[in-house]
């Protein structure tokens, strides 16, 4: 037992986890500081307002965005496994070239479209203009955005955690400066996309000590410019179009239509205490977060290898572990909440904050099981059972999410958020099907495949 124990903590798996596990914690720290500070310095109307221009540039990003990220993840981590420079070079630059297109589009039709949204949905211009300021962000954070696929891709999970460490301290500081000099959320907007900027930079220091860290091979800055001009786009849109489809129509559904759903339908104030409600869940799932980024990259280069059995151990291991403990962490602390945003936040976020995070718990339990689903989908190139199956949940959710919206007062979007995440189940169901009855590389019999 002591042997097996030893051997785990010795496994790169869980020294990457841990690493970003301990990142994660520190960026929940300071985003939990940031949410606090903007309480007390705009209030929660005004904070309720900068949540919404988050909230609708989220919108168009994820509309525009086309999932290119995890896809080219997984393909970096499968070459990186073969001791492929070339490809791994390529896709590298396929993905700077995708996300300075795509930033582009989004950075154009934010102009003409968010101040529209702003005035129209929110009697507010000002709220839309915000929100085009912020797709200043994707352009100007593209190093940044490169070196967060590559260095996981590539299993250098240290410069990836050292990078989004000292990127979101630098955000907290500038994001807190410009609310206080402006009293308003335009500071704090302005302040997130200078924080953008600085980010670049290191990343552009990092990556260049990334290169003699004796890894797997990146290609140079000057390389990246002058090969992503002639790369093709398509090479990558196909399966980056289908997994955006996915991930993209999530982030909307659990972020962004929910803070704009309340801030037009119940007000800017209940948009503020849902955001810190969902912020408080975050802590934990935030642990979440260290395990998925690091279970592509460990899947991925299993299915490199083909070793389907132990793909198959480490996605179990991966998603029964995780759920059992961050779960129970979630439920655990249901009667310390109330009271801790009371000592947190202005007396009038206590109760609803509190109410807000007891009915979103009823689907982040079940969430906290898929957190290796997406890894699995993509690893295995099942990106097609995944469209369906979420199309299913979509289908079966969406229209109750209505339902529960007219018919619950305040909290009716939080009980259909629920519903959505408790769809990963299902998702979890199919997959432990798979991994019993057969190969997911091969199509052939599990029996076979071990």
Known sequence: MKGKLLEMLRSRFVRDTATLQAAGVINQLSQMIS????????????QGLLVTAIALQGGLHFLVNTGVVPATVS??????????AEKTAGWIAFVTKAILVFGLAILVVGWFLLPWVGERWFGSREVGVWAWILCLEPILDLPRAVAFTAFPGTRRMKALAQLENADEVVRLFLVVIGAVVTGSGLGAVIGSVVAALFGSLLAIELWRQARNDGGAVLPSVRDIARSMWSVPLRQGLRLGLRIGIVKNGTSLFLTVFPRLVISRFVGPEYTSYFHIAQRILTIPLTLMLGISRTALPALAGLSGTRDWRGFRKLFLQISFGSGAVLGGSILLAIPFIEPLVAWLFPPDYAHPVATYYMVLCVGAVPFTFAVAIEAFYIATNRIKAWLWLTALGALITIPLNVVFVKLIPYTGMAWGIALYQSWMLVHLVYIVWVLRTRSAFDGEPATKAA
């Open 35 to 46: 949410t606090v500070l903007i309480a007390y310095l705009l209030g929660a109307e005004g």
């Open 75 to 84: 393909q970096i981590a499968v070459a990186a496994s073969r001791g492929n």
